[in-house]
T-cell receptor, first 116, second 112 residues
Framework: GAVVSQHPSWVICKSGTSVKIECRSLDFQATTMFWYRQFPKQSLMLMAT?????????EQGVEKDKFLINHASLTLSTLTVTSAHPEDSSFYIC????????????FGPGTRLTVL | GEDVEQSLFLSVREGDSSVINCTYTDSSSTYLYWYKQEPGAGLQLLTY?????DMKQDQRLTVLLNKKDKHLSLRIADTQTGDSAIYFCAETNTGTASKLTFGTGTRLQVTL
C-alpha cells in the first residue's frame, strides 16, 4: 500500500516551453501533497505544499507564477513548470500525506527534467 | 529555521553493521524519519520514530533517539550490497502541518 506515482519519469524540453508533471496517490487519498526539488548530490528542497481544493502554499523564494500547482482531487496534484529555462533542470519529487496516517509522507519516484 | 545535519559518506563491509548519524536543532520535533534513496529514484520510507520514544527496532533496522542531545541514529545490521544508497533523516513538528526538513543525506557504500 501507500504507492505514489509520477508521470513522466523523465522529460527533455526546449527552453521556453511548459512542462506538466503529475503526482498520483494510487491506493490512498491524500489531502496534502508536497513538491520538492533535488539538485545533484543534494538534499530535497520543499517548493510548495498543495492542499486539495485550495491554493498551494509556496516556500520562500519559489515563484508561484513559474511553478503552477493544481490539486484538483484527493489523488492527483500537478506541477507545471512554465516557460522553462535550463536552470529549471532538476529532479522533481512529490510526496503525499495519507488522510489516515497524517504524519507520514510517501514519495513518488521523481521526474527528471532537462531543459535544453 | 530548523537545521538537520548528517555526515556525507560512510563505507562498510558487507555483513558488518552500519550506523548513520543525524543531528537536528528543532526542539519541537515530533516525528523523525529515515528515508532511503537509490540512484535516480524517489525516497523510500524506512522507519520513523515519535519524539517520546528512545528506540525503535524493525528487523535489521534500529533507530535510536537522544532527544536531549537532538541526535538520531540508524543502525543497519548485517549490511548488504543492496543497502548501498543515500540515507536521509528528516524531522517534522505538528505545528508545520508535517512539513519535513531533510538532512543533507549520507551516502552508504557497502563493499565486499
Amino acid at each position: 500500500g501507500a504507492v505514489v506515482s509520477q508521470h513522466p519519469s523523465w522529460v527533455i524540453c526546449k527552453s521556453g516551453t511548459s512542462v506538466k508533471i503529475e503526482c498520483r496517490s494510487l491506493d490512498f487519498q491524500a489531502t496534502t501533497m508536497f513538491w520538492y526539488r533535488q539538485f545533484p548530490k543534494q538534499s530535497l528542497m520543499l517548493m510548495a505544499t498543495s492542499n486539495e481544493g485550495s491554493k498551494a502554499t509556496y516556500e520562500q523564494g519559489v515563484e508561484k507564477d513559474k511553478f503552477l500547482i493544481n490539486h484538483a482531487s484527493l489523488t492527483l496534484s500537478t506541477l507545471t513548470v512554465t516557460s522553462a529555462h535550463p536552470e529549471d533542470s532538476s529532479f522533481y519529487i512529490c510526496s503525499a500525506r495519507s488522510m489516515t496516517h497524517t504524519d507520514t509522507q510517501y514519495f513518488g519516484p521523481g521526474t527528471r527534467l532537462t531543459v535544453l | 529555521g530548523e537545521d538537520v545535519e548528517q555526515s556525507l559518506f560512510l563505507s562498510v563491509r558487507e555483513g558488518d553493521s552500519s550506523v548513520i548519524n543525524c543531528t537536528y536543532t528543532d526542539s519541537s520535533s515530533t516525528y523523525l524519519y529515515w528515508y532511503k534513496q537509490e540512484p535516480g529514484a524517489g525516497l523510500q520510507l524506512l522507519t520513523y520514530i515519535f519524539s517520546n520514544m528512545d528506540m525503535k527496532q524493525d528487523q535489521r533496522l534500529t533507530v535510536l533517539l537522544n532527544k536531549k542531545d537532538k541526535h538520531l541514529s540508524l543502525r543497519i545490521a548485517d549490511t548488504q550490497t543492496g543497502d548501498s544508497a543515500i540515507y536521509f533523516c528528516a524531522e517534522t513538528n505538528t505545528g508545520t502541518a508535517s512539513k519535513l526538513t531533510f538532512g543533507t543525506g549520507t551516502r552508504l557504500q557497502v563493499t565486499l
